[in-house]
């Protein structure tokens, strides 16, 4: 078969992969750079050339303009080509601009948020909703853009924003899971080549700040445990959240994932909520005893056929977020300055104060190291780790029982 000849409709009919091909070009006379291109089955017109101006050493590029069967003549093929070599003659690059049109088509933010929460769904990525509930607000006004044209200085502004507002904890959040989305924009998305937030820093803390943090990061004493437990009423979905929090010592995260399904009552003697190991920080499953007080408290959360939560967002139905409205409600209603990692180290505290062993202690709160591991999984460590959540169940009920009656007793006088 010939290999140039002048591009009719007759010769494009006729053309045939030479056998023992997989590809065969047929050039036309007419238009130089102009051609058929013939692969298996397929026929398709292309444009051949170097880009303006980098000389005959640079790579040929190819072009798909089209197919017989979307370009109705042979003669219509040519002009399209003619018109583009055109393009390329004053400078242009038609490969470029195609790839540029595939990437913008696939740059969308909403498109790409879409394509990361997918991503953290096959990773079995234990708060993927947390994290796409904050990236789609704090990134809503960018939705229809092309991420590709957002620089550091809108994501800055995000977490000014946020920051402004009072929400330091939020505007650090963010700064941390939009620079992870970020990556996957780049690594797997290819859709930017660099991330804008590589270079952003928190601010270095002052002194305040420091003294803030030691301050807020703390266990809370006795008295101040019994105040936000009582705060935190049974009849609401995040009070029962909170109180669940203080009896298991759990993550946020952890609690706010916690399903029917993990309740795990095959041993009636000694029941667990059963953690999987891809729902838990450290990637190893842990198992949290249920106590007389943790049982009753389950008992309050409604079943639905909506969801299997046992904490759900009494907006969705989903996982809870608008932590930060919350748990400044309770931090008022209480009285006590708290956070939620508070209360997971007022757990650990209270185990050891209560006489708990380190290593029981520690494989209570869920924390995965090889040695403890064995420990648990000798019958004498699972029974010490069941003793202690009953030991700080029991001391939680008793130090808030004994402040409800010395409210009850004040009330009385002063009433």
Same mark, same amino acid.
């Given at each position: 078969?010939?290999?140039?000849?002048?591009?009719?409709?007759?010769?494009?009919?006729?053309?045939?992969?030479?056998?023992?091909?997989?590809?065969?070009?047929?050039?036309?006379?007419?238009?130089?750079?102009?051609?058929?291109?013939?692969?298996?089955?397929?026929?398709?017109?292309?444009?051949?050339?170097?880009?303006?101006?980098?000389?005959?050493?640079?790579?040929?590029?190819?072009?798909?303009?089209?197919?017989?069967?979307?370009?109705?003549?042979?003669?219509?093929?040519?002009?399209?080509?003619?018109?583009?070599?055109?393009?390329?003659?004053?400078?242009?690059?038609?490969?470029?601009?195609?790839?540029?049109?595939?990437?913008?088509?696939?740059?969308?933010?909403?498109?790409?948020?879409?394509?990361?929460?997918?991503?953290?769904?096959?990773?079995?990525?234990?708060?993927?909703?947390?994290?796409?509930?904050?990236?789609?607000?704090?990134?809503?006004?960018?939705?229809?853009?092309?991420?590709?044209?957002?620089? /550091?200085?809108?994501?800055?502004?995000?977490?000014?924003?946020? =920051?402004?507002?009072?929400?330091?904890?939020?505007?650090?959040?963010?700064?941390?899971?939009? *620079?992870?989305?970020?990556?996957?924009?780049?690594?797997?998305?290819?859709?930017?080549?660099?991330?804008?937030?590589?270079?952003?820093? *928190?601010?270095?803390?002052?002194?305040?700040? *420091?003294?803030?943090?030691?301050? $807020?990061?703390?266990?809370?004493?006795?008295?101040?445990?019994?105040?936000?437990?009582?705060?935190?009423?049974?009849?609401?979905?995040?009070?029962?959240?909170?109180?669940?929090?203080?009896?298991?010592?759990?993550?946020?995260? =952890?609690?706010?994932? @916690?399903?029917?399904?993990?309740?795990?009552?095959?041993?009636?003697?000694?029941? @667990?909520?059963?953690?999987?190991?891809?729902? @838990?920080?450290?990637?190893?499953? $842990?198992?949290?005893?249920?106590?007389?007080?943790?049982?009753?408290?389950?008992?309050?959360?409604?079943?639905?056929?909506?969801?299997?939560?046992?904490?759900?967002?009494?907006?969705?139905? /989903?996982?809870?977020?608008?932590?930060?409205?919350?748990?400044?409600?309770?931090?008022?209603?209480?009285?006590?300055?708290?956070?939620? $990692?508070?209360?997971?180290?007022?757990?650990?505290?209270?185990?050891?104060?209560?006489?708990?062993?380190?290593?029981?202690?520690?494989?209570?709160?869920?924390?995965?190291?090889?040695?403890?591991?064995?420990?648990?999984? *000798?019958?004498? /460590?699972?029974?010490?780790?069941?003793?202690?959540?009953?030991?700080?169940?029991?001391?939680?009920?008793?130090?808030?029982?004994?402040? $409800?009656?010395?409210?009850?007793?004040?009330?009385?006088?002063?009433?």
């Amino acid at each position: 078969m010939l290999s140039k000849v002048k591009l009719t409709d007759a010769v494009v009919s006729r053309a045939e992969l030479p056998e023992g091909k997989a590809e065969h070009m047929v050039w036309d006379t007419d238009v130089s750079g102009f051609g058929l291109r013939l692969r298996g089955e397929t026929k398709s017109y292309i444009i051949a050339y170097r880009p303006a101006g980098q000389g005959r050493s640079a790579n040929m590029k190819r072009v798909k303009i089209g197919s017989p069967e979307t370009i109705k003549t042979a003669a219509e093929a040519r002009k399209i080509a003619f018109a583009m070599l055109g393009k390329v003659a004053a400078g242009g690059d038609p490969a470029k601009d195609r790839a540029e049109e595939k990437r913008r088509a696939k740059s969308r933010v909403a498109d790409l948020l879409d394509r990361y929460e997918k991503d953290l769904e096959r990773r079995n990525y234990v708060a993927k909703g947390m994290v796409m509930n904050l990236l789609r607000r704090e990134l809503k006004k960018y939705a229809d853009r092309d991420i590709a044209e957002l620089k /550091g200085a809108d994501y800055a502004s995000v977490i000014e924003s946020l =920051e402004r507002r009072g929400l330091s904890g939020a505007a650090e959040e963010f700064r941390s899971r939009c *620079r992870a989305f970020l990556a996957f924009c780049m690594m797997k998305a290819k859709v930017i080549d660099a991330n804008p937030l590589y270079g952003f820093r *928190r601010q270095r803390a002052t002194r305040a700040d *420091r003294l803030a943090k030691q301050e $807020h990061g703390r266990a809370l004493s006795d008295n101040e445990l019994a105040a936000v437990w009582l705060a935190a009423s049974p009849a609401t979905v995040f009070g029962r959240f909170v109180r669940f929090l203080i009896l298991t010592g759990c993550r946020r995260g =952890e609690g706010a994932g @916690v399903s029917r399904a993990m309740v795990d009552r095959s041993d009636p003697e000694k029941p @667990v909520i059963d953690f999987p190991a891809a729902f @838990v920080k450290q990637g190893r499953g $842990h198992k949290v005893s249920i106590t007389d007080q943790l049982e009753e408290l389950l008992s309050l959360c409604p079943t639905s056929a909506s969801t299997d939560l046992l904490f759900p967002s009494n907006r969705t139905g /989903g996982q809870m977020s608008g932590w930060n409205k919350m748990t400044a409600a309770l931090v008022k209603a209480s009285g006590v300055q708290f956070t939620f $990692h508070d209360l997971r180290r007022t757990f650990r505290t209270g185990l050891s104060r209560l006489g708990v062993d380190t290593e029981t202690a520690e494989l209570a709160l869920g924390h995965a190291r090889e040695h403890l591991i064995e420990i648990y999984d *000798r019958q004498e /460590g699972s029974e010490k780790v069941h003793d202690a959540f009953k030991i700080w169940a029991i001391h939680v009920t008793s130090i808030a029982s004994a402040e $409800h009656a010395l409210r009850s007793e004040k009330a009385g006088i002063f009433g």
